[in-house]
């Protein structure tokens, strides 16, 4: 059997610069890989076919067949031409609708499971990367073992960062109440010409302290609040609440509806995230980039 950890993302930088002609947006954006995480687990069985169990989530996700998971193995066996007998089992955490990317790394971790289930030699990790960018555009970051990645294009295109210094604790926040990207998208307002190249000048500024060990947490952006705080009370609610406690920075995450705060301190992260815990239909993870 082979066992999978699925991590949550955050976007520590996210700014839309184009629509594009295919319907999808370029974007400039920071990916950072956190403790929060699905599970997910493969093994060959008997009987043909793809076996896909879901425990947690909302009404166990559905049916199956309509699940990325299965989707991603669907799409494996094509492309290796392999005739399936799996099993796989997969364990919700990350919530749903939350702009933590939970879909996209439970398709990454399926395809990575599948490959290391049936042996795939290295050579094959350019196609079973080109099926990660078929099913989404975050999926390719995670399929990298990294902790923080620059994206771009459609945030297919990737560049690894390897941040120096010491980072933040996070309290990451779900309101309880799911915000879809497609609603978010359709709904948005690009920055005018010149507020976009201010704010490609922070992100290059971000990046380029990580690397030196310094987090700058005021050049942290997010054009995606701007449709979604102003349509999304919850989400505008757990930001505020966040904004009050006095943490260095705080931010929703892709395209909501989670609310992160960063932290320097352990214990002042703690304290914040009780806080937060007490406050009816929030979800609350004390956590940490990984």
Do not use: W
């Not at 199956?64 to 991603?72: E, H």
């Not at 999926?139 to 990737?158: C, H, I, N, Q, Y």
């Not at 260095?248 to 002042?268: E, Y």
């Amino acid at each position: 059997m082979i066992k999978i950890k699925a991590f949550a993302k955050l976007n520590l930088f996210l700014e839309v610069t184009r629509r594009r002609p295919d319907g999808y947006h370029d974007l400039a954006t920071l990916f950072a890989r956190i403790g929060v995480c699905d599970g997910l687990s493969f093994k060959k069985i008997p009987a043909p076919g793809i076996s896909l169990v879901v425990k947690g989530g909302p009404r166990d996700l559905g049916r199956p067949a309509d699940n990325i998971v299965f989707k991603a193995a669907v799409k494996f066996f094509e492309v290796f031409s392999i005739d399936p007998a799996v099993e796989i089992k997969l364990e919700k955490n990350i919530p749903v609708g939350a702009g933590l990317g939970g879909g996209s790394s439970d398709a990454a971790a399926a395809l990575l499971g599948l490959a290391r289930l049936y042996k795939l030699p290295q050579s094959a990790s350019g196609r079973v990367m080109a099926i990660a960018a078929e099913l989404g555009s975050d999926v390719p970051f995670f399929m990298l073992d990294t902790a923080m990645a620059e994206g771009s294009g459609r945030g297919e295109k990737l560049k690894v960062l390897k941040p120096s210094g010491p980072l933040p604790y996070i309290v990451l926040v779900y309101p309880g109440v799911p915000v879809y990207t497609k609603e978010v998208y359709g709904s948005l307002k690009l920055g005018a010409p010149s507020e976009i190249k201010r704010r490609l000048a922070d992100f290059r500024r971000l990046t380029g302290s990580l690397k030196k060990g310094v987090f700058n947490s005021e050049l942290l952006f997010n054009r995606l609040e701007d449709p979604v705080l102003l349509k999304h009370k919850a989400v505008r609610l757990a930001k505020e609440k966040l904004a009050g406690s006095g943490a260095d920075a705080v931010l929703m995450s892709g395209s909501g509806a989670s609310v992160f705060a960063l932290c320097r301190s352990r214990a002042k992260a703690a304290r914040l995230a009780a806080e937060m815990k007490c406050i009816r239909g929030y979800r609350v993870f004390l956590t940490k980039f990984c």
